[in-house]
Nanobody
Framework: QVQLVESGGGLVQAGGSLRLSCTASRSISSVGAMNWYRQSPGKQRELVASISSGGSINYADSVKGRFTISRDNAKNTLYLQMNSLKPEDTAVYYC???????????????WGQGTQVTVSS
């Protein structure tokens, strides 16, 4: 199975920037859509940004113009560049990936373990 590991979280002041990375255990060139989600205490997990295998991108309204999602298939890595951070962006951020079916496996969704982002006011 493809394993995902997030990194890059931390504590930052409002207005600052962070870049999250999500590295896969094997090539993502044949992986479908990849996404960033976040979850704050007491709230449901919400989709922040997504990027398809063809490069189509979507963002939640709350992060449009501030966050940028990208993927580097050569490095097996998904990124989330977060600028102009706000206290309400504080959450655990998770990446996931849709793993396509192969001749020996059915499709499934793989999740990372999450990385904490805290934005102080």
């Amino acid at each position: 199975q493809v394993q995902l590991v997030e990194s890059g979280g931390g504590l930052v002041q409002a207005g600052g920037s962070l870049r999250l990375s999500c590295t896969a255990s094997r090539s993502i060139s044949s992986v479908g859509a990849m996404n960033w989600y976040r979850q704050s205490p007491g709230k449901q997990r919400e989709l922040v940004a997504s990027i398809s295998s063809g490069g189509s991108i979507n963002y939640a309204d709350s992060v449009k113009g501030r966050f940028t999602i990208s993927r580097d298939n050569a490095k097996n890595t998904l990124y989330l560049q977060m600028n102009s951070l706000k206290p309400e962006d504080t959450a655990v951020y998770y990446c996931n990936a849709y793993i396509k079916a192969t001749s020996t496996s059915i499709p499934y969704i793989s999740w990372g373990q999450g990385t904490q982002v805290t934005v102080s006011s």
